[in-house]
């Protein structure tokens, strides 16, 4: 399957977000703001389908609606990640390779979907984490967010990886994943973290669980196995100082927060939408302004 940008250059440009529970996200200001930077306009809409406009509306009809109304295109997140794909024309590599979309590109009447999340974190990780010993990696979540995260550290070149959630099967799924698309890749499931840490340790420990969300506070390693040999990775934005990134900045850890996939994922996105590169700094500028606002 092949990949596919809007060759919208500079024009003024519409897109939006499909999910639910997505009021507070912070990728329309990142993608109108770089657009203006640019010289253009983006309109980034919100459109929430828990809201009472959309609550009757499907998803094949919301993007039948959006694509009627020319949109560029969109992003999709929770739940439609994977729900999306039947209503797509063409995957990327990354998409396929991930099994879900966050990305939709509007084009010559197709749909092309894409994974702007691998993408995400892997160049999050590149650059935040120059340097560290990426061997042996600890990888606790094997949701959606945690099949990019696996893709993103085979492609990074880890040697070893170990994965643990708390429903075993989703581990061993994702482990089978992984022997399809990166047979180089030793990976297993772990049924308890400890597992990880017994006859050797992981240089790192990446955390795509939910763990330490506003709304789910906590962590997901127990403090006990952190120690200042060990990086630490949270995929967690919300809040940006999650409990795991204290205890591990506590106990000397490198570590990396959500933020840079967060702000990755939209970099890329905004490339596919606009067919114009987009800067980073400054998207990472305007995610991060909101730290500076008295709500998120
Ligand atoms: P998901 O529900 O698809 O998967 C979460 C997985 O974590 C599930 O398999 C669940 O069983 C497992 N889990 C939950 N608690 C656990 C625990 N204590 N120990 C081990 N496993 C546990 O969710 P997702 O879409 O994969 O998202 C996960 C998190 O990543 C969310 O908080 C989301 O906001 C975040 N996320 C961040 C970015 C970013 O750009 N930074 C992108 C995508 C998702």
């Known amino acids: 399957m092949q990949a596919e940008r809007a060759a919208v250059a500079t024009a003024d440009v519409r897109v939006g977000l499909i999910g639910c529970g997505i009021l507070r996200s912070r990728t329309p200001a990142m993608h ?11 309109t980034y809409d919100l459109l929430d389908m828990e809201d009472d406009e959309r609550r009757d509306m499907s998803l094949a009809e919301m993007l039948d609606r959006v694509e009627a109304d020319g949109y560029a295109g969109v992003n999709v997140t929770y739940p439609y990640k994977m729900e999306v794909i039947s209503l ?29 999340d691998l993408w995400g974190f892997a160049e999050s990780f590149h650059r935040g984490l120059k340097g560290a010993v990426k061997d042996d ?13 696996a893709n993103a550290l085979a492609n990074a070149g880890i040697k070893r990886l170990s994965i643990h959630d708390v429903d075993y099967n989703r581990a061993l799924d994702l482990v089978e994943h992984i022997a399809e698309r990166h047979p180089e890749l030793p990976a297993r499931a772990i049924a308890e973290i400890s597992d990880a840490f017994s006859g050797g340790r992981p240089n790192g420990v990446v955390n795509a669980t939910p763990m330490g969300m506003a709304k789910l506070p906590g962590s997901a390693l127990p403090i006990e196995y952190l120690s ?10 919300f809040p940006l100082e999650t409990q795991l990134l204290k205890d591990a900045r506590d106990h000397g850890c490198k570590t990396l927060p959500g933020s840079g996939m967060a702000v990755f994922q939209a ?8 067919g114009q ?20």
């Open 267 to 274: 970099v890329r996105a905004f490339e596919l939408f606009t």
């Open 88 to 116: 797509l024309d063409e995957l990327s590599v990354n998409a396929a390779a991930v099994g879900a979309v966050n990305t939709v590109v509007f084009k010559d009447g197709k749909r092309f979907g894409h994974n702007t």
């Open 32 to 42: 109108m703001a770089e657009a203006k930077a640019q010289g253009f306009v983006c």
């Open 228 to 237: 200042d040999n060990l990086w630490v990775a949270d995929i967690v934005y």
């Open 137 to 149: 990696v600890l990888l606790i979540g094997a949701g959606g967010a945690g099949v990019a995260v």
């Open 277 to 296: 590169p987009a800067d980073p700094e400054r998207m990472k500028a305007t995610f991060d302004a909101f730290d500076s606002k008295p709500s998120g």
